[in-house]
Structures are given as C-alpha cells and as structure tokens.
C-alpha cells in the first residue's frame, strides 16, 4: 500500500494505526490506548489516592510482576463499583459517607496507625476526601462504567508493573527495533511498512532523562553519571541499550530495543523469505550434524542471530549444548540438555559482586563435557577461548560483525581477538550474511555466501577458503560452484562416515536428499520452529538419515 490507512489489533485494549504522513517518507504509527477516553483521564487520579491508601496497608508485599499486577487488580475491584445494566448512578450515590467501613473510616483508621510521620499524614486526610462531583458509592467506592473499569485498570498495570508508554510497541509482533535518539517521536522498524515514526514523543531532556532512569531501574539495571550506558534484557526478552544524559548523548538521552520473537523463524521460513534456499540449508545441516565449527557474519541488523537461531534446529537432539551470551537472544530447540549461562557486568542485577565475563563463561564451559558450543557474539578475548575449543574437538558456533570473510579474519588476526592466522581454519564454515536493497526498493536479507576455510599458506602467507553457495542477486536465488569440490564434505564428513575414496561423490547426494526432505516437510506444512525442529527427530529417529556403507 502507497498510502496505508489502517488499524490493526496487538491487544485486548490497544490497537494501532498506520497513517500516511503526505509530506515525509515514513508514516504516522499511533498507539490507541484506553487513555484515549477523556473520563478515564479525570478519574485516574482519584483512582491513585484511593489505590496509595489501600496498598500503603498491605500485610505482604508482593514480590515478582504476576503478584504486583494480581495486587492492583484486587484492591481496584475494593476500591471501585462497576455500573450494572439493571443500576442507576443515582440509586447508588450519596452524600453521607461515614456509615461503617466506608472510606473515612478506612482513611482515620490508616492515620491512626504508628507512624513517625503521623503530623503529615494527619495532612493527607483532607487530601483524602474526594471532590463531591465524582460518584461514589455509600462505602466510599468510585462509581465507573465498565469500559472506564477496564482503561483504568489497563493503565495502572501499564505504568506501575509494566514498560509503561513502551508497552503498545512490545506487544506488537510485527515490530522489529524501537528507536528514541533523544528529545522528539519514538521511531521503529516494522515487519510490513518498514521504518515509520510514533505520534508519542519527548518534548524535553528532563522527560526523556526520566522515563529511562525509571525503565533502566524497572530491569534492574540503575542509571548513573559514572555508568549512563545499559545493556540488558526486558522482561520479555528483547534487547535494550540506554544512553543517559546530555553530556554524551547531545540529544538528550536514547535508547534502542532489539525485539525477538518468542517463537524463532525456522530453516523454512527463512526460505520462504529467500534468506537461504534448500541445498544451502541441508548442506548446513549435514555439516552441523558432523560437528563443524560455524560462524554467521555480517554487518547489524542483517539477520544473523536469526539464522544462528535457524539452523539450530539441524543439532541433534542427543547433545549437550552450552549457549553463551551477553543478553539472552540464542533459542536452542527442547534439548533436554541445555546449559544456557549469561554474563554478568559490575552493578548489574541484585546483590554485590564482581563481574562473570563470556570470556569466564566460555572457559568454564570447556569443563562441562559440552557437544555444541554456542556464543552469542565474538566480541573480545573469549574469541581466543572460542578457537582454543575449536582445537580441542568442541564445535563453535557463533555470530560476527564483519562483511566479508576477508574482513572476517582481518578482525581475528588483530586486536583484542589477536588469533594467530595458522590457527584460523579451525573455523570451518562462514557464512556471509546481509540486509541488501532489491530493484523494487525493498530491503530483504540474504546469505550472501557460505564458504569453506581451508588453510593457511606460509609461503604466500594468504589464507585460502572457497565459495560453496553464493547469492545471485540478478535472479534472487542461489548459486552452488562447490558442488563437488568441498573439501568438508569429502575429506571430513566423507571420512567420518567411513566412506572410501572412490564413492565420496556420494555425499553430495546426501546433501540434495535433505534438500528434498526440506521441500517436502515445506510443503507439507512443517515451517514452525518447533513443529520443524519434531519432525526432524522424527525423521532421524526412523533411519532416514544414515549413508549407507
């Protein structure tokens, strides 16, 4: 759609429209919310007094979110009557509030209570007493409609438990990152209309400056002047990164939100995307069958974690898989076995303690008897514990920021990873992943290559590695020059199939057998994560997958 103009639901209470913006190339994407409703504005801070009263006078405090929000949804059925179709506003409201446990009472009986502010409190009495125009019941309750019930009690749990004005956006599945460079709109990636701006923004640095210090202590991860930078992870598992005040963020302080999906794309769907086709997949998953090591490279936002994700369906079920991360973003399929352990920085989450670094991590992985290493980034010094693992016998796989394999090993050659450059072909696959602009405008993601690594030359001092799959990208499809010539697939995998030289050609048929059991589970109607990642157990379960000798 040229001009879109259409609202779509993300929730029971909220919904979302997609407007032309005539004079700018993104459109308009506008939250609608209960707040909407220009009653529950007026009532929601009568609403909050009679909430601080009741709650100030809780015997248990609650703990996690589930018993937060279940805490507001009973003391606002206490505090509140719902109109039924049979009542009348009139029938129910009176002047006289001092019959016996009603409000007043409640209010001198919390005043009276031992506390050491009693002067003060004594103060908030008055407060306390509701303006005549709002209706209340004889016990003191506000008198709402059901409509105005629920957008009240929407608003609460978004604001006092929840991710606050965020919460629309992390609740929409077609949404991919939420951006806020400082003061103005909230900008965001979608799935369908691609960048776009949000009608919500901050008008000031003070505004924004306090919305991210009361997200960043939401997560548990406090802002300060001596640390104004957060990574973490949101109660729902996206990716956030904050950057707090203006003496780095010129702006005004930002913050930046990855989202993730709760169920990951399959193998399938990234070739239904065109991400990847079939002989590429089943030659990665005969590779990742046979314990090769893999790296998924590319710039941001190029679609790696969720290829690394993808292809995770092709580890077999028996194996333990340690998953090593920063921010929690690697899915593993219900392996029985899974170790999954995130770092931890100085100040982060509850309690004192020095940090646990990837670097710590990685090592203490190698002591746990591991048949997939999974790393959710190679950044620094733990690259040098990834290869050493390598060397050992322990398959790696992990995502990379580089364009190119040349590039690619450029970066572990030199500082902080510092791999000497013989070591590198213990690395034995890497895939080439980017975000690229079709003719028709469209921004789209492909496997650019899938390349061997081969060797080191001391002579030449070059490293030799070969192009097995390669994107053509004047027919969107995939081309395979190493048909025949993977040095993987005959001298490694061939061999530990134990099949002799003269039928190692073999296993290229065992890859275009894959290729077609892909199609078929495709069509079929397989493309879910898991229900792909059953049906592959399945299918090994019966044989299907052994060479035959």
């Known amino acids: 759609m040229e001009n879109p103009n259409i609202i779509y639901p993300v929730s029971d209470m909220t919904f979302i429209h997609i407007f032309p913006d005539e004079n700018d190339v993104r459109n308009f994407y506008i939250p609608i919310e209960p707040s909407f409703l220009h009653s529950v504005t007026e009532l929601m801070g009568h609403v909050e007094k009679n909430l601080w009263i009741s709650l100030t006078v809780l015997k248990k405090t609650p703990i996690t979110d589930e018993e937060r929000i279940e805490v ?27 019959e016996k446990g009603g409000l007043k009472e409640k209010i001198i009986g919390f005043l009276n209570t031992d506390f050491s502010k009693e002067k003060e409190l004594k103060k908030e009495q008055k407060k306390g007493k509701l303006p005549p125009d709002v209706p209340t019941t004889p016990e003191g309750k506000l008198i709402l409609t059901q409509m105005e019930f629920n957008s009240i009690e929407y608003l609460l749990i978004r604001d006092k438990v929840q991710m606050g004005i965020l919460e629309p956006f992390l609740n929409d599945p077609y949404i991919e990152d939420i951006t806020c460079d400082g003061v103005g709109p909230i900008f965001i990636e979608h799935k369908i209309f691609k960048g776009m701006k949000s009608a919500i923004e901050f008008r000031n640095s003070n505004e924004i400056d306090d919305f991210v210090i009361r997200m960043a202590e ?11 930078i957060v990574d973490a992870t949101l109660p729902d598992g996206s990716r956030i990164n904050i950057v707090y005040g203006t003496e780095i963020s010129k702006h005004g302080s930002n913050f930046t939100i990855r989202k993730f999906s ?53 580890l077999a079920p028996e194996n333990k898989i340690v998953t090593i991360e920063d921010t929690p973003e690697l899915t593993v399929p219900p392996h029985k076995n899974w170790t999954r352990e995130v770092s931890k920085g100085k100040g982060s989450g509850e309690g004192e303690g020095g940090s646990v670094t990837m670097f710590d991590l990685l090592r203490a992985a190698l002591r746990q008897r591991p048949n997939q290493i999974l790393v959710g980034e190679i950044r620094g010094s733990e690259g040098a514990v990834a290869f050493g693992a390598m060397q050992t016998g322990h398959p790696v796989m992990s995502t990379f920021h580089a364009a190119s394999v040349e590039k690619l090993i450029q970066r572990l050659c030199s500082d902080p990873i510092n791999i000497p450059i013989s070591h590198v072909d213990n690395l034995n696959l890497v895939v080439i992943q980017s975000a690229v602009r079709r003719p028709n405008g469209d921004m789209v993601r492909r496997m650019l290559s899938v390349n061997e690594l081969v060797g080191y030359d001391p002579e030449t001092g070059g490293f030799s590695f070969v192009a097995m799959f ?65 049906m592959i157990t399945k299918i090994k379960k019966q044989g299907l997958l052994k060479i035959e000798i």
């Open 72 to 98: 507001l949804r009973r003391v606002m059925r206490e505090i509140t009557h719902v109109i039924g179709p049979d009542e009348n506003i009139k029938t129910l409201t009176t002047e006289n509030d001092s």
């Open 218 to 228: 939401r997560i548990k991860r406090p802002l300060t002047y001596r640390d104004p």
């Open 262 to 314: 709760e169920e990951p794309a399959s193998i399938l769907q990234l070739i239904e995307w065109k991400t990847t086709d079939y002989m590429t997949a089943a030659y990665l998953w005969i590779c990742l069958e046979f314990g090769m090591s893999l790296f998924v490279s590319g710039e941001t936002a190029s679609g790696k974690t969720t290829s690394l994700n993808a292809i995770t369906t092709f």
């Open 470 to 534: 390669v994107w053509n990208p004047i027919t969107d499809t995939f081309d395979f020059p190493g048909n025949g010539s993977s040095f993987l697939l005959e001298n490694k995998i061939a061999t530990l199939l134990g099949l002799p030289e003269e039928r190692r050609a073999e296993i290229y048929d065992e890859v275009t057998k894959r290729a077609r059991m892909l199609e078929r589970l495709h069509k079929a109607g397989y493309m879910g994560f898991w229900d792909l990642y059953h």
